[in-house]
């Protein structure tokens, strides 16, 4: 008798697990086709980590790691081809289609091709947009039309803040600066589109988490997500930390939200969910608003 009730829970741990997570929303997943898989990122991960072997792998690893950590909403941005590949084969209703953009024109895109994308519903969510990597803010000109075609359709935008991957400037993304990556660049966005949807990604990643943190005082509608930080490096993981102590303490945790960007190492959604469970500061109720809860409010998703 004993020895049955001994192997029962080794095969219910899978079920007893999935139910033991509550409902995650991942506001930052990265899609890819062949064309640019694995051509902004390093071989391997600051662990040691190989990325998936090509886009569909990648693709299927990341969808497992849905099913496994109970994420029922996705926010998945990539090249446009790559986004639709994924709805295509979505048969649980999980993704929100994003579209990942560093300058104004990437894609042969323009202000009426993009207004065109939103109304047939093909951009829900204008990021993850990253100008950092272009040389330019959200804040320049250039990106001004695409904004107010977001305010206008109700469409959230999100903002890529922070640095960038280390030894990028050397290769795929020269115009990057590190100054770019300021969450203050973004604030005449604020002023001028009052009534757009919008958050910070990375939440001014190491650079500047309290610029992220003042922001969101000084502008009560900006979210944030926590993203790589989560997972990508021992360091990362201790700025974020500090940050969400920190948010906690201010009172704006109810505006922080779950995310992974995984890129190219699916791996990272169960890191960055384990890391997030792992902080003794935050209660229950802090991790259920975080992984759903406060994005479930900035989505506008019922239930
Ligand atoms: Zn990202």
């Keep these: 008798m004993k020895v049955s009730i001994l192997f029962i829970p080794i095969f219910l741990v899978p079920c007893l697990f999935a139910q033991s997570q509550v409902k995650i929303i991942d506001m930052h997943v990265h899609s890819y086709t062949d064309s640019d898989f694995g051509e902004r990122e390093p071989a391997s991960d600051y662990y040691g980590n190989k990325g998936s072997k090509n886009a569909e792998i990648h693709r299927q690893e990341t969808v497992a790691a849905f099913k496994k950590w109970n994420i029922v909403k996705a926010m998945v941005s990539g090249n446009p ?20 953009m560093f300058a ?3 894609y042969g895109i323009d202000s009426v091709k993009f207004e065109q994308l939103v109304k047939d519903k093909k951009i829900e969510v204008f990021g993850e947009i990253a100008p950092y990597y272009s040389g330019t803010t959200l804040s320049d000109s250039a990106w001004q039309p695409y904004l107010r075609i977001c305010e206008k359709y109700d469409i959230p935008v999100a903002v890529h803040t922070g640095g960038g991957d280390p030894g990028g400037t050397y290769s795929w993304s020269p115009k990057a600066r590190l100054r770019l990556g300021d969450p203050y660049l973004i604030e005449d966005v604020l002023v001028k589109y009052p009534k757009l949807r919008i958050y910070l990604m990375h939440a001014g990643g190491e ?31 201790r700025y974020i930390k500090e940050f969400l102590r920190n948010a906690k303490e201010a009172g704006y945790l109810d505006r922080v939200m779950f995310g992974s960007d995984q890129m190219v190492w699916p791996y990272a959604i169960e890191k960055s969910v384990r890391f997030l469970n792992s902080l003794t500061f935050l209660t229950k109720k802090d991790k259920e608003d975080i992984f759903y809860n406060n994005a479930a409010k900035f989505l506008r998703i019922k239930n």
Aim: charged content about 20%; glycine content about 2%; cysteine-free.
């Design 81 to 100: 081809q790559s986004v639709e590949n994924w709805v295509t084969k979505d048969s649980n209703q999980r993704i929100i289609r994003g579209i990942l």
């Design 104 to 106: 104004p024109s990437d």
């Design 207 to 237: 650079d500047w988490p309290e610029h992220a943190i003042r922001l969101m005082a000084y502008y009560p509608q900006l979210y944030t997500d926590l993203a790589v930080m989560l997972w990508v490096e021992p360091n990362t993981q």
